[in-house]
């Protein structure tokens, strides 16, 4: 079985539409692919109405958390969308990412870009705004010659020139809230530096003593010794360990399946979910 899950779609910051999403995951060789869009749901109807025979979809989202003043981000598998207190808090965060793009794109202007809110609205479309699409507009202004160019110091990384603070969850709660819609966390991309700072490890300690499932070991941004030392602490934690090509289309150069989960780490996130099941693809309706 060949297994993605880390996946987003144009309902937060992909540049597929979810239905393109799941077929060109069946069109990839996926088997299982997971929906993890930023904070929302939105897509997962899309999804499971267009999927194709022989992939099976994993329902997620990719929460927004920051603990000790770093951000990082919780993938959430399998939980309830409906549980009042989890919807909630992304509401919270959903609502917060409109005046924080329009506050990134005042920024940039007051350093001389000549970017405008309209032109961060039209690539963002339907999805969730957010700090790729002002990355995108950099992009097409030729400041940047690529979106990953956007997410240094001079720019959006966190603490960056242009950067604006958003709504988000204390990971521990996080953790507490999807177990209680009866979901799974993973711990998305722990070690990549390039993002910015990143926790330490007795933070994943900590995080693990809440209840963490586990962490996203096989990552475009994790380098080999980084994914060693990633599988030395999650057995010391006795954390899951999962692989992901965090795809956003077009938007990134990941491709789908560029990284995978063993099949028996699959079987043990989904034995230990209780909020949704893992939907088969019935053969959705052609492109």
Request: proline share 5%; hydrophobic share 40%.
């Given at each position: 079985m060949?297994?993605d899950?880390h996946t987003h779609s144009t309902a937060s910051?992909g540049?597929?539409?979810?239905a393109?999403?799941?077929?060109?995951?069946a069109?990839a060789?996926?088997?299982v692919?997971?929906?993890t869009?930023?904070d929302?749901?939105?897509?997962?109807a899309?999804a499971?109405?267009?999927?194709?025979?022989?992939?099976t979809?994993v329902?997620?989202?990719?929460?927004?958390?920051?603990?000790d003043?770093i951000?990082l981000?919780m993938?959430?598998?399998l939980f309830?969308?409906e549980e009042?207190?989890?919807?909630?808090?992304?509401?919270?965060v959903?609502?917060d990412?409109?005046?924080?793009?329009r506050?990134?794109?005042?920024?940039?202007?007051?350093?001389?870009?000549?970017?405008?809110?309209e032109?961060?609205?039209r690539?963002?479309g339907d999805?969730?705004?957010?700090?790729p699409?002002?990355?995108?507009?950099?992009?097409?202004?030729g400041v940047v010659s690529?979106?990953s160019?956007?997410?240094?110091?001079e720019?959006l990384?966190?603490?960056g020139?242009?950067?604006?603070e958003?709504?988000e969850?204390?990971p521990v709660?996080?953790i507490?809230l999807v177990?209680?819609?009866?979901?799974?966390?993973?711990?998305?991309?722990?070690l990549?530096?390039k993002r910015?700072?990143?926790?330490?490890?007795a933070?994943?300690?900590?995080?693990?003593e809440a209840g963490?499932?586990?962490?996203?070991v096989?990552?475009m941004?994790h380098?080999?010794a980084?994914?060693?030392?990633?599988?030395?602490l999650?057995k010391?934690l006795?954390?899951?360990?999962t692989?992901?090509?965090?795809?956003?289309?077009s938007?990134?150069?990941c491709r789908?399946g560029?990284y995978?989960?063993?099949?028996?780490?699959?079987g043990?996130i989904?034995?230990r979910?209780?909020g949704?099941?893992p939907v088969?693809?019935?053969?959705?309706p052609a492109?």
């Amino acid at each position: 079985m060949r297994i993605d899950l880390h996946t987003h779609s144009t309902a937060s910051d992909g540049t597929d539409s979810p239905a393109e999403l799941v077929r060109n995951a069946a069109a990839a060789g996926l088997d299982v692919v997971a929906l993890t869009d930023h904070d929302t749901t939105r897509g997962h109807a899309e999804a499971i109405a267009a999927l194709p025979e022989g992939l099976t979809l994993v329902t997620g989202a990719e929460l927004s958390c920051r603990m000790d003043g770093i951000g990082l981000h919780m993938l959430a598998y399998l939980f309830d969308p409906e549980e009042p207190a989890l919807l909630a808090e992304r509401e919270l965060v959903r609502d917060d990412r409109v005046p924080r793009a329009r506050g990134m794109v005042a920024k940039l202007q007051e350093l001389g870009v000549p970017v405008t809110w309209e032109q961060v609205a039209r690539i963002a479309g339907d999805g969730s705004v957010g700090r790729p699409h002002v990355a995108e507009a950099l992009v097409e202004l030729g400041v940047v010659s690529d979106v990953s160019g956007a997410f240094t110091p001079e720019w959006l990384a966190d603490g960056g020139r242009a950067y604006v603070e958003k709504h988000e969850l204390d990971p521990v709660d996080a953790i507490r809230l999807v177990k209680a819609a009866g979901g799974v966390t993973v711990f998305a991309h722990p070690l990549a530096v390039k993002r910015g700072q990143v926790l330490p490890e007795a933070s994943v300690a900590r995080l693990a003593e809440a209840g963490l499932d586990g962490i996203e070991v096989d990552h475009m941004d994790h380098d080999e010794a980084t994914r060693a030392r990633l599988r030395g602490l999650a057995k010391e934690l006795g954390l899951l360990t999962t692989g992901s090509s965090d795809y956003h289309g077009s938007r990134k150069t990941c491709r789908l399946g560029e990284y995978t989960t063993d099949p028996e780490i699959y079987g043990e996130i989904t034995r230990r979910a209780a909020g949704a099941f893992p939907v088969p693809g019935a053969g959705g309706p052609a492109a």
